[in-house]
């Protein structure tokens, strides 16, 4: 799995991850394109469904990136959305799966070097678990099929 290119789904907060997302383009600090950003008001409306559609869908990690603690725009949607995290987490562990694919990130918009160096970093954890057990059933499948 050398080639291995992960896919990542990054749910980021408008008001932090997602401004220090374009912080860091504007600042020229680049981040791995495997990352694709998904923009939403608040971590808050970032549900467990919508992670487990991304994995479903194809995505080798999930990330939720959220204001900083007792900074959301919203009181606390970045609380409950560290909580739904853990939640899935718990079901990925069930499901056997590595429960790293799946993770909660805090930033504040000003954060651009470190949303570069977040995204670099789980993408190089997931190239190392390589591809999702989704992934890996659909390319035994499709080995089975041409052997
Ligand atoms: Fe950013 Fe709620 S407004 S996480």
Request: charged share 25%; net charge positive.
């Amino acid at each position: 799995m050398e080639n291995f290119e992960p896919e990542i789904v990054a749910f980021c907060c408008h008001y932090c991850a997602y401004t220090a997302a374009d912080m860091a383009g504007s600042k020229r600090i680049s981040y791995p394109p495997n990352v694709k950003i998904i923009r939403v008001p608040c971590t808050g409306k970032v549900d467990a469904i919508h992670i487990m559609k991304a994995l479903e869908k194809g995505a080798d990690g999930v990330y939720v990136a959220g204001c900083l603690e007792g900074d959301c725009h919203f009181k606390n949607g970045n609380t409950r959305a560290g909580y739904r995290v853990e939640h899935v987490q718990k079901y990925l562990e069930e499901l056997g799966w590595e429960t790293e694919r799946v993770a909660m990130m805090n930033m504040s918009a000003g954060m651009g070097e470190f949303f570069a160096r977040t995204a670099l970093e789980f993408t190089q954890k997931i190239k190392q678990l390589g591809p999702s057990p989704i992934k890996r059933i659909n390319i035994d499948k499709s080995q089975k099929a041409v052997g």
